[in-house]
């Protein structure tokens, strides 16, 4: 089993639908981040919890530490959101290294 | 995410050569961070060094590959002898302590 899981794998949506992504880990973690990876291209750092909720524009980041889970919401989707979500976790044993979800392909149809 | 330059975005290397990535982490930080993405896979941490230290090479294959960070310069990611098997794109993220980390937009690797 991986330590961190994400679900949905794959997600297709309409243009303007809510989007939820979901992220699940096993271990103990000092943050949670949300990372945004376009076809070919680089990895931009979307949000970096510890605990609460986070917004930046129609996102939308949540954590739960006690149930070790984590949402991506994306109000109002547009197609240039189409992307792959990663969600990674930092490690609550003094090493900064991350460790990665599989990530969620999310497409949005115009 | 400004700021974390790799280079070269793009490079290809015919198998038994050198591939050699270079890492220039924001100004500032002192956390280097190796990430290695296989096709069709997610992200694989590889190697964490501070100036001058390897923190954790945990993730680094036991042969031919090395990285270092020296105290001036970017820090280089090293394959020696490279084989198909690392054709991989290769990313380089960087932070201070308890920071976000910043990624750079990776190096893609083809080994013919």
Same mark, same amino acid.
């Given at each position: 089993?991986n330590?961190?899981?994400? #679900?949905?794998?794959?997600?297709?949506?309409?243009? /303007?639908?809510?989007?939820?992504?979901? !992220?699940?880990?096993?271990?103990?973690?000092?943050a949670?981040?949300?990372?945004? $990876?376009?076809?070919?291209?680089?990895?931009?750092?979307?949000f970096?919890?510890?605990?609460?909720?986070?917004?930046? /524009?129609?996102?939308?980041?949540?954590?739960?530490?006690?149930?070790?889970?984590? #949402?991506?919401?994306?109000?109002?989707?547009?197609?240039?959101?189409?992307a792959?979500?990663? !969600?990674a976790?930092? #490690?609550?044993? %003094?090493?900064?290294?991350?460790?990665?979800?599989?990530?969620? *392909?999310l497409?949005?149809?115009? | 995410?400004?700021?974390?330059?790799?280079?070269?975005?793009?490079?290809?290397?015919?198998?038994?050569?050198?591939?050699?990535?270079? !890492?220039?982490?924001?100004? %500032?930080?002192?956390? +280097?961070y190796?990430? *290695?993405?296989?096709?069709e @896979?997610?992200?694989?941490?590889? +190697?964490?060094? $501070?100036?001058?230290?390897?923190?954790?090479?945990?993730?680094?294959?036991? @042969? *031919?590959?090395?990285?270092?960070?020296?105290?001036?310069?970017?820090?280089?990611?090293?394959?020696?002898?490279?084989? *198909?098997?690392d054709?991989?794109?290769?990313? !380089?993220?960087?932070?201070?302590?308890?920071?976000?980390?910043?990624?750079g937009?990776?190096?893609?690797?083809?080994? +013919?």
């Open positions: 089993k330590e961190v899981e994400q #679900s949905p794998q794959n997600l297709t949506a309409q243009e /303007g639908e809510f989007i939820t992504i979901n !992220c699940s880990y096993s271990v103990g973690i000092s949670l981040h949300w990372l945004q $990876q376009h076809p070919g291209g680089g990895i931009v750092s979307l970096m919890l510890s605990s609460g909720k986070k917004k930046h /524009g129609r996102l939308i980041a949540t954590i739960n530490i006690q149930e070790k889970h984590s #949402s991506l919401h994306i109000t109002a989707s547009h197609p240039r959101d189409s792959v979500y990663i !969600c976790v930092r #490690s609550d044993f %003094g090493n900064e290294k991350l460790t990665f979800g599989t990530g969620t *392909r497409t949005i149809i115009p | 995410n400004a700021g974390v330059m790799q280079n070269p975005r793009h490079l290809v290397r015919r198998r038994g050569q050198e591939a050699r990535l270079r !890492c220039s982490p924001v100004k %500032g930080h002192s956390h +280097v190796w990430y *290695r993405q296989l096709p @896979e997610g992200l694989k941490f590889m +190697v964490y060094l $501070q100036k001058e230290n390897i923190i954790d090479e945990s993730g680094m294959p036991k @042969e *031919r590959f090395s990285a270092e960070f020296p105290k001036e310069g970017p820090s280089i990611l090293r394959i020696q002898q490279v084989v *198909r098997g054709s991989a794109a290769y990313f !380089c993220a960087s932070s201070t302590r308890d920071t976000e980390a910043f990624f937009q990776g190096t893609r690797l083809t080994v +013919v």
